[in-house]
């Protein structure tokens, strides 16, 4: 067994960082020493996951042993994690939907699933220890099943290519995978922090036309404009209701409003939002997570308006992580940039509060 460090959340609202043991790799398992891990609001909701949990979602390192079953990688490979791991056989999988697999369940995060790796194979205080969302990359070193890694090519620093397991996932997915707009629709994203600068990054990529960010922040959308953002709206704190807002999409947009509006705040209350934005026939989505119990106004869905909580960017990691990854070789895709601010594992508090009060585009803790 590595005697190693990770961050453990207690389920209570709290974490800890102490020793756990990893076990070697068995079966079709992956023992991984990471080097990067990004920081996500999910990260933060992992705390009050009602039982003990080692965090982290979003990881890169390298493969440093194989279980038997392996083929795909070897030991020395650098690779990028993914928490949706698909078992290929299930009905989801089976009609394409990969990331609801129904034997992983990637987004029911309450009770482990078969995408976890073996119980005993990290243990902490002497007890099996869960990981989340099936990786715990808040760790030195995590045991994962195989489908949960994709070789990273030559050329993608790891600080990089961990972020692209959750963020940079979620919102460029949502706007290639799930919108799919056409050249020239016009684009709506509320929130400009790590998710919703990849969703105005990939509405470049797809030649979209307009492209507008929101966001209360002047820092935010600076970054905005940065990865594409051909109009900018700061709202001001006393437009609580968002109409002036709605006013000015409005008159960006001929007066009819967007074809996709994008809502990426994690902020419950504005979960619903991004329909006051679309116009008739346009798509909503809400791409933040947000659990919470909130209420819609019904007007606000007419008329034939399409409203969507995609997860994780309808992601296949065999299809989206090689083609991140190309734009991003090719300079068609911002990632460097995203990153703005790196801690060590003993400053994951710290992390932890720059990211939500708004102060990072991204934050990633860096292992030696």
């Known amino acids: 067994m590595i005697r190693c460090q990770a961050a453990i959340a207690d389920g209570l609202g709290r974490f800890e960082l102490d020793t756990i043991e990893v076990g070697e790799p068995m079966d079709d398992e992956v023992l991984v020493q990471v080097r990067a891990s990004g920081i996500c609001h999910t990260d933060h909701a992992s705390l009050q996951w009602r039982r003990p949990l080692i965090m982290g979602h979003e990881g890169a390192g390298i493969v440093r042993a194989i279980g038997p079953l392996v083929r795909e990688f070897s030991i020395g490979d650098p690779v990028v994690l993914n928490w949706a791991i698909p078992c290929g056989t299930c009905f989801q999988c089976g009609r394409g939907a990969q990331v609801l697999c129904e034997s992983s369940r990637p987004a029911h995060v309450l009770k482990r699933s078969d995408g976890h790796a073996r119980p005993e194979g990290t243990i902490w205080r002497s007890q099996p220890i869960d990981r989340s969302f099936n990786l715990g990359t808040l760790s030195e070193w995590t045991l994962v099943r195989s489908a949960a890694l994709t070789r990273l090519p030559n050329g993608v620093p790891f600080s990089s290519a961990a972020i692209v397991g959750c963020g940079v996932m979620t919102g460029f997915g949502s706007l290639i995978n799930v919108a799919r707009p056409q050249p020239g629709d016009r684009i709506v994203v509320l929130g400009c922090g790590g998710v919703g600068l990849n969703i105005i990054q990939a509405a470049r990529l797809a030649d979209c036309g307009t492209i507008i960010a929101l966001d209360q922040r002047s820092a935010g959308l600076e970054r905005a404009r940065n990865f594409g953002a051909t109009h ?86 065999s299809r989206d992580f090689p083609r991140i990854f190309r734009h991003y070789l090719q300079g068609e895709l911002k990632l460097d940039e995203l990153v703005t601010r790196t801690y060590r594992l003993g400053e994951l508090s710290n992390a932890l509060t720059d990211m939500m009060e708004g102060h990072n585009a991204k934050g990633v803790i860096l292992f030696d």
Do not use: H
């Open 232 to 317: 900018t709206r700061q709202i001001s704190s006393a437009d609580d209701s968002l109409d002036e807002v709605v006013r000015q999409v409005r008159d960006w947009t001929e007066g009819r409003g967007a074809d996709f509006a994008f809502e990426a705040t994690s902020v419950p209350r504005l979960a619903f939002s991004p329909l006051r934005f679309v116009r008739d026939g346009g798509m909503a989505l809400q791409v933040s997570g947000v659990n919470d119990s909130v209420t819609a106004t019904m007007p606000d869905f007419m008329w034939n308006k399409t409203y969507l909580t995609p997860l994780y960017g309808d992601c296949v990691p």
